[in-house]
């Protein structure tokens, strides 16, 4: 699946430039306007990393970063401050805040792509590997196949998918609305109720011979895979 970056920047122009050479690369992207905005969308669909402008309205990139690590869904989203500022004072200022890089402007898309990918390596290592993992789940991207505790597990398309998002953020919990825009799509328009039909049938597969149910349901919330069992 494709990384999903959010950018938060209030010049259009920058916006257009970074969508542009983002997706060329393959990334996810979503756009937020200013700070108050860049909360909800990370609240409502976490991004795999932020691209942050310093200077925003409503709020600051400085204020929108110290309040994403205050949340425990998005304390290790990765973050990368984008701005004009270029003094040390500055730099620190950003880093302290809870940035995990700072690209000043004007800045090379291929440099900053550089950066995220490093980011995204160290964030989420599953995006650079083959292999998924959890508890006794083997996931083989290359080669298309699912094992649990050494047994293969026959899976249509589509538990394939959703396994595999469960698989990237284990512990996360995903309410059908989410679940629905990263495995079957945002332009695609399925009933969130369908969630609940291929999550039933993921179980049945996973859990066959009476194995340990890893997959949690979250009433009022959605789904999780625990690696620990529920």
Not at 98 to 111: I, L, M, R
Not at 177 to 206: C, F, M, N, S
């Amino acid at each position: 699946m494709k990384p999903r970056i959010l950018i938060v920047e209030d010049e259009t122009a920058v916006v257009t430039l970074l969508r542009y050479n983002l997706e060329r690369e393959g990334f996810e992207v979503d756009a937020a306007l200013d700070g108050r905005e860049a909360l909800i969308a990370v609240d409502e669909n976490p991004p795999d990393l932020v691209l942050l402008d310093w200077m925003l309205p409503e709020m600051s990139g400085i204020e929108v970063c110290r309040q994403l690590r205050r949340k425990p869904a998005s304390k290790s989203i990765p973050v990368i401050m984008l701005t004009a500022r270029g003094e040390e004072y500055d730099t620190v200022r950003g880093l302290d805040a809870g940035a995990d890089d700072y690209v000043t402007k004007p800045f090379s898309p291929a440099e900053l792509v550089a950066r995220m990918h490093a980011l995204l390596r160290r964030s989420r290592p599953v995006l650079a590997d083959e292999k998924l993992l959890a508890a006794d789940i083997s996931m083989d991207l290359a080669s298309h196949r699912v094992h649990r505790s050494g047994d293969e597990i026959k899976l249509g398309p589509t538990e394939f998918r959703l396994l595999r998002h469960l698989l990237e953020y284990p512990g996360r919990v995903f309410s059908r609305e989410q679940l629905l825009d990263a495995v079957w799509g945002r332009d695609v328009y399925v009933e969130p109720r369908t969630v609940d039909v291929h999550i039933r049938r993921l179980r049945k597969a996973l859990n066959d011979g009476g194995r340990v149910d890893l997959i949690r349901t979250v009433r009022s919330a959605g789904y999780a895979l625990e690696p620990e069992g529920t």
